[in-house]
C-alpha cells in the first residue's frame, strides 16, 4: 500500500506529460498520436501502433464488461435475494444495453459521460468519508510479516506495477487533448498541458487513493479475496458486507453506471481503431466495401467476441496484469520515453522523469514476459 501511496502520482503524472510532449512534437497543429508515430518513424510504425492500441485497450472493454455483468448478478443475488440470472441471458442484455447506447451516437456518449463524471467522483468521495468509522486494521494486523530481503516482497511489488499503470491510465484521452492544446495555444501548448494534466493527475490521484486506502482499511483479506474469486468490484463487496440502505443499494448501482461510462469511453476509441484495422484487411485481401459495411462489420466481430469471452468470465486482475496493463505501458511509457532519448526535437526533455517513466515502463512489460515464460 505504502508503494502505491508513493508512486501513483509520478507515475501518472510522468507518463501522461511524456506522451502528451511527444504528441506536441508533430509538425501538424492537428495531428493525434497515429500521425506523430508516421511522421517520425514511418507509416509501418503507425500501422503497428494502432494493432497494439487495439491489444493494450481492447481487454478494457471486456474489463468492465465482465464487472458490470457480475455486478448485476451480485445486486440481484445478495441485494434483491432472488436468484441467479442466467449467465447468457444476462450477458446478452447487458452487452445490447451497451450497444445500444454506442449507436446512439458519440455525441449522445460523450453527453452521458460528462454528465455522470461529477456525480460519480462526488459518490466516490463521499463514501470514502462515511467509511470512516469502519476503519480497522485488520488488513495489515493478518498479512504476514515480509522482509525486504525476501524475493517474494520484491515479486509481490514488480507484479502490481501493471496494476497501476491501468489504474491511472487516461491514455486514450492525451492524444485529443494535446492536440487540441497545440491548435489553441500554439507555442504555449507544452506548459498549458503540462499544468492541465498536473493538476487533473493530483486530482485523480488524491481521490482514487482516498477511495482505495477507505475500501481496505474497512475490508478484511478475506474478504477482499472473496470479491476477487467471485470477480465483483469492491463496491459490490461492500454493498455485501454492510447492511446500509445506502451501500447496499446505491454502491453497486453507481458502480455499474461508471463501469458502463468507461466501457463506452473506451468503446469509441477501440470501434475506431477496429474500422481501421478492418478497412486495411479489406484492402489487402482485395475487397472493396462501402465504409458503412465495414462500421458494421466491425461492430458485429466487437460485439459477438466481447459477449463470448464475459460469459466465460476470466479473472478482471488477470486480464489487468498480464495484458491490458502490459501493453499500455508500451503506449504510454515507452513510447514516449524512448522517443524523448531518440528524437532531437525532443531532446529539451531528457532528465530524470523521463528515464523514471522508462524504467516504470520497463518493469510493466517484463511482467508480462514473465507471465509468458
Known amino acids: 500500500m505504502l508503494f502505491i501511496l508513493l508512486l501513483a502520482f509520478p507515475l501518472s503524472y510522468y ?78 442484455g447487458v452487452m445490447l444495453g451497451l450497444h445500444l447506447v454506442l449507436l446512439a451516437g458519440k455525441q449522445i456518449v460523450v453527453s452521458a459521460i460528462s454528465v455522470l463524471a461529477l456525480p460519480m467522483v462526488a459518490f466516490l468521495i463521499g463514501l470514502s468519508i462515511y467509511l470512516l468509522p469502519q476503519w480497522s486494521l485488520s488488513y495489515f494486523t493478518e498479512s504476514q510479516a515480509v522482509e525486504w530481503r525476501d524475493p517474494a516482497f520484491w515479486k509481490s511489488l514488480w507484479l502490481i506495477v501493471p496494476v497501476m499503470v491501468f489504474s491511472f491510465s487516461h491514455a486514450p484521452i492525451i492524444s485529443s487533448f494535446s492536440a487540441a492544446q497545440k491548435k489553441r495555444c500554439q507555442e504555449s501548448a507544452d506548459l498549458r498541458a503540462k499544468r ?8 485523480i490521484c488524491g481521490s482514487v487513493l482516498f477511495f482505495v486506502v477507505s475500501c481496505v482499511m474497512s475490508l478484511s483479506q478475506a474478504e477482499m479475496a472473496l470479491a476477487r474469486t467471485d470477480n465483483i468490484s469492491v463496491l459490490s463487496a461492500l454493498a455485501n458486507k454492510f447492511s446500509n440502505p445506502l451501500i447496499a443499494y446505491v454502491g453497486p448501482l453507481i458502480a455499474i453506471l461508471a463501469m458502463s461510462k468507461s466501457f463506452l469511453g473506451t468503446s469509441m476509441g477501440v470501434s475506431e481503431g477496429t474500422v481501421s484495422m478492418v478497412s486495411g484487411a479489406c484492402q489487402g485481401l482485395g475487397l472493396s466495401l462501402k465504409e458503412s459495411t465495414i462500421v458494421r462489420v466491425s461492430s458485429v466481430i466487437l460485439f459477438m467476441v466481447t459477449a463470448l469471452i464475459t460469459y466465460l468470465n476470466p479473472n478482471v486482475l488477470d486480464i489487468i496484469e498480464r495484458v491490458s496493463g502490459p501493453l499500455i505501458a508500451v503506449i504510454l511509457f515507452l513510447l514516449p520515453a524512448c522517443s524523448i532519448y531518440r528524437l532531437p526535437a525532443l531532446k529539451r526533455y531528457r532528465g530524470p522523469s523521463t528515464l523514471f517513466v522508462l524504467v516504470m515502463g520497463l518493469l510493466a512489460i517484463s511482467a508480462l514476459i514473465y507471465d509468458l515464460l
Open 15 to 92: 507518463s501522461h506529460r511524456a506522451l502528451s510532449r511527444f504528441v506536441l512534437s508533430s509538425s501538424h497543429k492537428e495531428g493525434d498520436i497515429t500521425h506523430v508515430v508516421e511522421e517520425h518513424f514511418g507509416a509501418r510504425a503507425g500501422k503497428l501502433l494502432m494493432l497494439v492500441y487495439l491489444m493494450a485497450f481492447y481487454p478494457i472493454i471486456l474489463v468492465y464488461s465482465i464487472s458490470i455483468t457480475n455486478a448485476i448478478q451480485s445486486f440481484v443475488v445478495h441485494q434483491l435475494g432472488d436468484a441467479e440470472l442466467p449467465r447468457g441471458l444476462l450477458v446478452l
Open 196 to 203: 492541465i494534466i498536473k493538476y487533473s493527475s493530483m486530482l
